[in-house]
């Protein structure tokens, strides 16, 4: 019988045993840390070869050139088109949901004049080649294609290269049908570290992106790690996590169920339910234990309620919000009636999922909103993926003569106060004698 970590926030040991169960250390492996050191100096110093080496060797797929492993369009507009209707409607109908959404996303440049004529402003403008890392083999996430690609699309990324893993040449029809319906501009069957260092630092086959944007195992999160500063990255993500707050009134199994949503992503993902009925959460466990043995991924959901789940009593939802806040989670659910009265008191979360009817997989999948988002506590300081992770801003400077008498006098002085005499004599050049 499954146990789940039960905590009372009336307990003098609360805050000292919540914070023990939400700490996750990921752990930096060192033999994954050396090997993915190994796999990214080699490709940075052979391209093509070192890659097809790799390729070879962990996905046992033979070629005699890169170029073998790209994919035709043509190729993914197939996977397309021989999807189950059904399948290939759920998979669009999601696409112009997401492309709706961002396209609001969308900052326009601005400048404004001052009124001795100078100018100041910003450019907006998309990168011009983006990375997109595709789980392969056992993961298959054409979700994932369509939340990182049409964000890029939307912002106007020029060209955007798909890597994707296909162990023994096993190809997803799902995700290859994503990357057309999303707009991948070229796709090649690599993975791991050996494609991230390929997108990092370019091949004579494959260019070199600006960002690298994706999920992958540990070994893709190490490259990405080592890689940035020489292309841009989304993050770094640790485990999936969701937080819900329940008034007490809502069916337990749906609670159950959105629990589970999360837990059945990995053994690390984390699930944790706050409510002030007691009894109510009791009525969670009771569902908790009647739908887990019909679960396909029954094991993995229970290790990750087993070791990560936490179901907290808090005395009132005011406290339920105050503890959400400090944990800061990836999703929150706000499961409760009048949920919308208790939005603006939400400061820290990835994604907020407002009344009974709204179930985080539902954000996965279709509604709109990007399902990259920030974890470990990271929503504290960071925001969902979107159109302006594939921006960048240039600040817009034109200085008229009379600006120039002003700002001259004002930089000079300043400079001389740093010990920087070029920098103010570069200013004082241009003022006018009087």
Known sequence: MITIQTLDTRSV?????????????????????SAVEEILRQVRRDGDNAVLDYTRRFDRLDAA??????LPPARLQTALEKLPPEQRMALEAAAQRIRDYH?????????????????????VTALDRVGLYVPGGK?????????????????????????????????????????AVAGVTRVFTIGGAQAVAALAYGTATIPQVDKIVGPGNAYVAAAKRRVYGTVGIDMV???????????????PDWIAMDLFSQAEHDELAQSILLCPDAAYIEQVVASIRKLLPDMPRRTVIETSLRDRGIL?????????????????????????????????????AGAIFIGRNT???????????????????????????????????????????????????????LAYGEGLAAHARSAEYRLIES
């Open 13 to 33: 040991d609360f805050q000292t045993r919540l914070d023990h169960l939400l700490a996750f250390e990921s752990g930096q492996d060192a033999s994954i840390e």
């Open 237 to 251: 993500a640790g485990p999936s996590e969701i937080l819900i707050i329940c008034d007490g009134k809502t069916d």
């Open 65 to 70: 050139a890169v170029s073998e492993l790209e």
């Open 359 to 413: 179930c985080e997989a539902l954000g996965d999948y279709c509604a709109g909103p990007n399902h990259v988002l920030p974890t470990s506590r990271t929503a504290r300081f960071s925001s969902p993926l979107g159109v302006y992770d594939f921006q960048k801003r240039s600040s817009l400077i034109r200085v008229s003569p009379a600006g120039a008498q002003t700002l001259g006098r004002i930089a000079s002085t």
């Open 103 to 123: 396209q609001r996303q969308i900052v326009p440049s601005w400048s404004y004049e001052e009124a001795d004529g100078t100018l100041l402003g910003q450019q």
């Open 139 to 179: 993961a298959a996430y054409p979700s994932s294609v369509l939340m990182n690609a049409i964000p890029a699309h939307v912002a106007g990324v020029r060209e955007l290269i798909m890597v994707v893993p296909t162990p023994d040449g096993i190809q997803n029809e799902l995700v290859l049908a994503a990357a």
């Open 312 to 348: 907290i009593a808090v005395r009132d939802l005011d406290e339920a919000v105050r503890i959400a806040n400090h944990i800061a989670p990836e999703h929150l659910e706000l499961s409760m009636e009048n949920a919308d009265s208790w939005v603006a008191k939400i400061r820290h």
